[in-house]
């Protein structure tokens, strides 16, 4: 069975840094793109960065120069540095990683549970 876990969030000032993890595990033969996306109470879930597996990296606008990702593909781990939080930020963030299960001819979209990311002003 595979998993993707993320964790690393929690309660943060204004200012601020937070890093989370999202790490995979199980009967894995290949991660492809990972993004991290970040839903807050009443809004939809939106993209805020993501990175292929030849560490190609694309970041939304309104976190670009504070948050960085990066990938350890021996570890199956994906990072988000955040940095210069802003209460704006606060939500839940998610991991989405496009996997490729042993045995398996396609890859899957596999979701995590989220991490909460809280930033007080």
């Known amino acids: 069975q595979v998993q993707v876990v993320e964790s690393g969030g929690g309660l943060v000032q204004a200012g601020g840094s937070l890093r989370l993890s999202c790490a995979a595990s199980g009967s894995i033969s290949s991660i492809n793109t990972v993004g991290w996306y970040r839903q807050a109470p009443g809004k939809q879930r939106e993209l805020v960065a993501d990175?292929?597996?030849?560490?190609?990296?694309k970041y939304v606008d309104s976190v670009k120069g504070r948050f960085t990702i990066s990938r350890d593909n021996a570890k199956n781990t994906v990072y988000l540095q955040m940095n210069s939080l802003k209460p704006e930020d606060t939500a839940v963030y998610y991991c989405n990683a496009d996997i490729l299960y042993s045995g398996d001819y396609r890859f899957r979209e596999t979701w995590g549970q989220g991490t909460q990311v809280t930033v007080s002003s």
């Open positions: 990175i292929s597996r030849d560490g190609s990296a």
